[in-house]
Every structure is written in structure tokens, then in C-alpha cells.
């Protein structure tokens, strides 16, 4: 339909203007624009070690932002010291308008480990993804660690375990007493773990210790050996195993 503007109608809309009765109309708001940073400290680690991964999200107009962040490798799990993979961001002191939020991952295995942060917006923004990458370098000798205690646990706990420092396809594993004593020298140490070592020379371990495993204090010794061993007394022979680590004391209770 064609809208024809007569003489007179023109006329009327300039005395309306003039007697300044057209309402002022508000610009449509700007979108907020929200960047994102991803960062992990130390970026270069030898395993098995820690690193701490930050997501910071900012805003250029409004508030700080407010929403999650999800963490993954290579679009897969990832493991964490702690809390993961998922964090809630917080206001931080400046910049302006800028909130982090913080996880302790956990770097098991030497190479690149290529990290994801997936940013879901609660406020005004957009979600985003950022990336980063660890690079983590193999301990060439024994280097154990878990994200939990070494030295004590409960039923029902979540044991980790990762090692770095013995060769492809030769056998990690420990042996342990219930006695109090060494089981480097004990005939009745139970033998929980014994798995073979991957291309890139380590190795992980989790389990949940069991509603009635035994309490009390246990010690046991982590070995690396060329070939599976059937008792603990095959970690003093020298010629299979290739390093055995310190006495360890783990309590249950």
C-alpha cells in the first residue's frame, strides 16, 4: 500500500512537533561484548605434576560477568586436584568488569596437553571457548603423585595414582604390608596393583577403596620391573626391577 503525505497532514505534524508532544524514543542498547583469556601456570610441567588453570571473562559495558566454566582435554575428561571440571566465576578487583574462577589439573602423562574452557553466560554476554596447552616432559626417573593423600584415606575413597619414569611396556605396580612392617622383605604382602607402563612412560591407577577394607596403617613400595613380579620379593632382584621407591606409610580409618 502507497502512503500519500497531503499538504495538510504535514502541516499537522509540524504543529504537534512544535508543541513538543512526539515523545523522545531510547536507542536500542548495545550488546555487551564478553571476551575470555585461559591460562594455566606453570605452562610447562614434568610429570606427574600440578597446574593451576585460570578463565578470566570480561565485559565491556554492565556488570562483571557471572556464569561456568568447563574445563577438558582434547574434548575429553580431564583429571583435577580437587575440585573439576566445572567452576563458578567470581568478581575479581580489576580489571573492571571481570570475573575468574580457578581449577588444579593434574598432568600425568608427558606431551602436549591441549586444554578447553567452555564459558556458559548466567548474564548479559555470550558463551565462549578458549584454549590453551600445557607442555608436559617425562621425569626420566620415578616421580609418583595423586591428587589425594598418599599417606591416609576412608573406606570408599577415591584412590589416583600416576607415575612417570619407567620404560614402555614394562610392569608398575606395588606391593604392600598390613603388618607394620617393609614388605620389601615381608612372604605375605598383598600385591593390589600391577599394570603395564604406555609408549610414553607412565602409568595411572584408581580405584575406591572397598566399604570393608581392613583399617589400620599400611606400608608399601611402588616398583618398575622389566617383567610382571610374583611376590615381593622380586623387587630385590636387580635385575628385573628397574627402580623401587621409598617405604610408604598409608593409613585407613
Not at 561484548?33 to 585461559?38: A, K, W, Y
Not at 548466567?122 to 578458549?130: I, P, Q, R
Amino acid at each position: 500500500m502507497n502512503v500519500r503525505r497531503t499538504a495538510a497532514s504535514a502541516a499537522v505534524t509540524v504543529a504537534i512537533v512544535a508543541a513538543g508532544l512526539v515523545a523522545d524514543v531510547a536507542p536500542a542498547s548495545a550488546a555487551v561484548n564478553t571476551t575470555m583469556t585461559f591460562t594455566c601456570s606453570p605452562g610447562a610441567v614434568t610429570a606427574p605434576a600440578t597446574a593451576t588453570c585460570t578463565a578470566t571473562v570480561t565485559n565491556d559495558k554492565s556488570q562483571a560477568p557471572s556464569g561456568t566454566v568447563t574445563m577438558s582435554k582434547n574434548g575429553q575428561a580431564l583429571q583435577f586436584a580437587g575440585a573439576g571440571p566445572t567452576c563458578t566465576v567470581a568478581t575479581v578487583p580489576s580489571p573492571a568488569r571481570t570475573s575468574a574462577c580457578s581449577l588444579v589439573i593434574v598432568a600425568g602423562h608427558p606431551g602436549n596437553m591441549n586444554l578447553t574452557a567452555a564459558f556458559t553466560n548466567t548474564g548479559a554476554g555470550d558463551n565462549l571457548t578458549a584454549t590453551t596447552t600445557v607442555s608436559v616432559s617425562n621425569a626420566n626417573s620415578p616421580g609418583l603423585y595423586s591428587p589425594h593423600s598418599q599417606s591416609n584415606g576412608a573406606r570408599n575413597d577415591l584412590i589416583d595414582l600416576f607415575m612417570s619414569g619407567c620404560p614402555a611396556n614394562n610392569y608398575f605396580g606395588f606391593f604392600v604390608s598390613s603388618d607394620g612392617g617393609d614388605p620389601l622383605g615381608s612372604s605375605t604382602a598383598m600385591h593390589p596393583l600391577e599394570t603395564t607402563v604406555a609408549s610414553d612412560q607412565s602409568a595411572e591407577w584408581h580405584v575406591n577403596l572397598p566399604p570393608d577394607n581392613p583399617l589400620g596403617t599400611f606400608r608399601l613400595r611402588f616398583y618398575c620391573a622389566s617383567a610382571p613380579l610374583a611376590s615381593a620379593a622380586g623387587m630385590s632382584d636387580a635385575s628385573v626391577t628397574s627402580w623401587v621407591s621409598g617405604l610408604y606409610t598409608f593409613t585407613v580409618s
